[in-house]
């Protein structure tokens, strides 16, 4: 698998990435780094350098720096993880509108990074416990939200309900599958007919209603990447 390691700021990718050890020189999954810094050019002018499997941005503001790599990336389609001392609802959850898993710094250890990266090859995003937290904060401020958000739960089979539960913690099919005792398929059937209830594009869209979260003007300027859970 190959890495892009994106440093929004300063310019200098080897030494503004925050960590020394990881990935490993012997890592088991990470063959191949590729480090990064503003404009990322060598996402596009040099496929052969800049083809990658996943893109972790390091950066202070997401904001601003995640849309400048999307921008980047263009037409490409590797999932993207962001790191960022930034917890904010608003920030948290413009990033994760935009498709993106999102670490807090100080929330999360290298063992946590390697799930997050291998998950976002199959589809999953991923969420630190304080960014799950801002998004379930941002659905208990939104204005009646919480009674919005109840009946629109309703709508769900006490088994749907479990699934969503499990879903909005960054969990895929499979490992949802195995919490629940249940095949990869069947979660996958449940998840389209959840999809369906609640009139969602998608995973990233559904946990999003789900936790009652507020749409956001600038997302959709950033578009989204769609992660859906498989």
Known sequence: MSVALACADGGRPNEDWPHEDWPAPDDPYVGRVLRLSPPYRALRERPSEGAVDVVVLRCEDPSTAFAGLLKAMGAMSAPVIVL????????VVEVFRGGAGYLVEG???THMLS???????????YLSPTACAALRDAARRTP????ATERMRALLS???????ELLSTGLGAQEIGLRLGLSGK???N?????????DARGGTDAVLRWLGAPYSDSLGSLGSTGSTAR
């Open 190 to 198: 449940n998840l389209s007919n959840i999809y369906a209830k609640l």
């Open 107 to 109: 929330d999360y250890c």
């Open 158 to 164: 006490p088994r749907e309900r479990e699934i969503m």
């Open 115 to 125: 799930s997050a990266v291998m998950a976002a090859t199959i589809g999953h995003t």
């Open 84 to 91: 960022s001392p930034r917890r904010d609802t608003e920030t």
């Open 144 to 147: 009646g939200g919480g009674e």
């Open 186 to 188: 069947t979660v996958r």
